[in-house]
């Protein structure tokens, strides 16, 4: 790498913090356009965007981010590929500072030539972890099954969205679109169609999204996961998700009469 090479630099520190140039965006262009304190900092090539290389570099958790900005800030700016490619950057970043020792026999881990994963000297290997998710939009006539979780909630202006949770072993995703809306809603679906996925950060998360149409049930909500749930029409809806997740592509898509 020449201090002149044209690049997208990925600067990431603390939790789900990425260096963004006063555009709001990932930096590009040489080097010189980082902090000078970076010049000599060891990036590593990850991905291309735009014919142009991607390299990543990791400030550790405990790294002064100051000047550093959320990685959600890119997704609700509308800059779906920075938020795409930050999001891959953080989840190996996360593989990186996660497995630092061997998951069988404990040795320290490094990286491993030619390819992203982490090996000891035993020859052990571990590569980034995926972990599988349902989110899904249920549809009961024209209305959409949307809930208020804990996790974010706020009294004051509280956000709304569809149903969403890990797949356990042994189960198919359609099965675990049944059980994940029966255990937060009581409520039972069927016609279960998959609709796209999107990669989601936080940590390493793949969202693989779905529609379904009501068939039973009174809505009952889990209560250590939900605060509230209700069938919302198109006409009364509370606070969404943001553009650019798949929760807001499912709801719209839903009301439109598109699933």
């Known amino acids: 790498m020449s201090l002149t090479e044209q690049a997208r630099w990925f600067v990431l520190g603390g939790d789900h913090l990425v260096l963004l140039d006063q555009q709001g965006q990932v930096p590009q262009g040489s080097k010189g356009c980082l902090p000078a304190a970076l010049a000599d900092a060891p990036f590593e090539r990850f991905d291309e965007w735009q014919g142009l290389p991607c390299y990543l570099l990791d400030l550790g958790a405990e790294a002064d981010t100051t000047m550093m900005a959320p990685l959600r800030q890119l997704m609700v700016a509308g800059d779906e590929e920075g938020f795409r490619l930050a999001g891959r950057a953080w989840q190996l970043t996360t593989f990186r500072r996660t497995h630092r020792f061997c998951g069988e026999c ?27 998710c349902i989110i899904v939009a249920v549809r009961k006539g024209p209305e959409i ?18 149903l969403a949770g890990f797949v356990e072993a042994g189960e198919n995703l359609e099965q675990c679109v049944a059980r994940e809306v029966f255990e937060e809603s009581g409520i039972r679906v ?14 390493h998360s793949l969202m693989m999204g779905f529609t379904a149409d009501y068939e039973s049930g009174e809505i009952k909500v889990q209560d250590d996961e939900l605060v509230a749930a209700d069938f919302f029409a ?25 699933a």
């Open 106 to 132: 404990g040795a320290p881990m490094s990286p491993k030539a030619g390819e992203w994963a982490q090996v000891c000297h035993h020859g052990h290997t571990a590569y980034p972890r995926i972990s599988p």
């Open 145 to 162: 099954l949307l809930a208020a979780h804990r996790r974010h909630y706020q009294a004051d202006d509280p956000m709304y969205t569809v």
């Open 190 to 203: 069927r016609n279960v169609r998959y609709v796209a996925s999107q990669p989601w950060p936080f940590p």
């Open 234 to 258: 198109a006409d009364r809806l509370p606070r969404l998700p943001p553009h650019g997740t798949i929760a807001r592509r499912l709801i719209e898509r839903s009301l439109a009469g598109e």
